[in-house]
């Protein structure tokens, strides 16, 4: 019974204690003493880096460098100077050599975060390395080898990304070795109060003011929050709610609730208003409308915009499936159900 709650204790630096963390802690403290290669896959602000760091620190190399690499942040090739590092006039701007982060790692760990924005030629380099754990420096013909264990993580299903041609299946499975899904805050409630005091004592300190009490109020809008930032969205929030509710407890009446805000923006009224009865009527008129039985206007009319709305969406994601239900706000097996709707394929 004790190896059991030592395996599922919280991993260092990560709060949350429910089941569904204490299922994240147990696969993390199982894989980090192995080399393997670990995919961490949730939402952005899940704490995705917070695992890597983990599986590092509980790992035999955490002697060893821990390096980060946010791929999704450098065009193809800076980042490809940046992991692999390049010699002097390899191109221009190249005025001395410069060792990559895989060098830099060696004997330690390397985080690719945003794995899924790399591009197929770096997803080339990439594979190599992790099957043979060697690679060239940029305008450089010599070998170098390396021994460092490479956790990745992502905030798209990789498996989607393979199957739109995006991501190479080699390089997925050479990754997918132990996958770890990260679960967004709104599947754990469980530990939003406890994350929320922790950000409140966090920034307290760090702003060198008392803790505020709390309220069964405030406690109650946290838990009916959804969180679509998750972790990151809330510690922001109780910042705010530190620097608003200072002098007393933490109460919704001194604060804004969660989410994004009243609109300072609004849209032209001929966007809104006329705009919007004309392009109703040609709607209309294009799905016959005038022609449809009685009883039957309210459910044709709502079914052709949704599908237009399902058209767009899937075609500004790429048709990528989880990321157009990610947008629309539905489960990707209800917007499955739709898709494969044999009155869809009639309209």
Known sequence: MTASRDAEAPLPGVVGTGAAMAEVARLVRCVAPTQATVLVVGETGTGKELVARSVHQLSPRSDGPYVRVNCGALNESLLESELFGHVKGAFTGAIENKTGRFEAAHGGTIFLDEISSMSAKLQVKLLRVLQENEFERVGESRTIRVDTRVVAASNQLLEDEVEAGRFRDDLYFRLNVVPVYLPPLRERREDILTLAKFFLEKHAQSNRLPVPGWTRAMEEVLLRHDWPG???????????????????????AKVSPPGRGERRFKPAASARGRGDIAGLSRQLVRLGIETLPEGTLHERLVGGLEKELIDQVLADCDQVQVKAALRLGINRNTLHKKLNDPGRAEE
């Not at 998750?230 to 919704?252: I, K, T």
């Open 230 to 252: 998750n972790v990151r969205e809330l510690e922001n929030y109780m910042a705010r709610v530190l620097v608003l509710c200072r002098g007393g407890d933490v109460d919704p």
